[in-house]
């Protein structure tokens, strides 16, 4: 069974930078495509950025275009997201998930983690 943890979230102003890493175990991860997702207060959780099995193709939301990037370190098993330019509408809940194909509406697997939280003040 695949298990994800999240971290690297935290209360940041707008315009900072974080980074967050999903560590993976379990299954084999050099396999998977991978994506972050995230939640805000009072709305559904909604897709921000996708990774094929080599990192040679990217997919992302067009809110989040030229400043977050997804890349990934099969080696150590983690996806990372790099957030630049941060707005306050960026926070939310972020999680990663294996989907089920690089492709909307970028369904996933069952295998939602805790998530990590990301604030971003004005």
């Known amino acids: 069974q695949v298990q994800l943890v999240e971290s690297g979230g935290g209360l940041v102003q707008a315009g900072g930078s974080l980074r967050l890493s999903c560590a993976a175990s379990?299954?084999?991860?050099?396999?998977?495509?991978m994506g972050w997702f995230r939640q805000a207060p009072g709305k559904e959780r909604e897709f921000v950025a996708a990774?094929?099995?080599?990192?040679?193709?990217?997919y992302y939301v067009d809110s989040v275009k030229g400043r977050f990037a997804i890349s990934r370190d099969n080696a150590k098993k983690t996806v990372y997201l790099q957030m630049s330019s941060l707005k306050p509408e960026d926070t939310a809940v972020y999680y990663c998930?294996?989907?089920?194909?690089?492709?909307?509406?970028?369904?996933?697997?069952?295998?939602w983690g805790q998530g990590t939280q990301v604030t971003v003040s004005s």
């Open positions: 998930n294996v989907l089920v194909a690089l492709a909307p509406p970028w369904s996933t697997y069952d295998l």
């Open positions: 379990g299954g084999i991860f050099s396999s998977y495509r």
């Open positions: 990774i094929d099995w080599s990192g040679s193709n990217t």
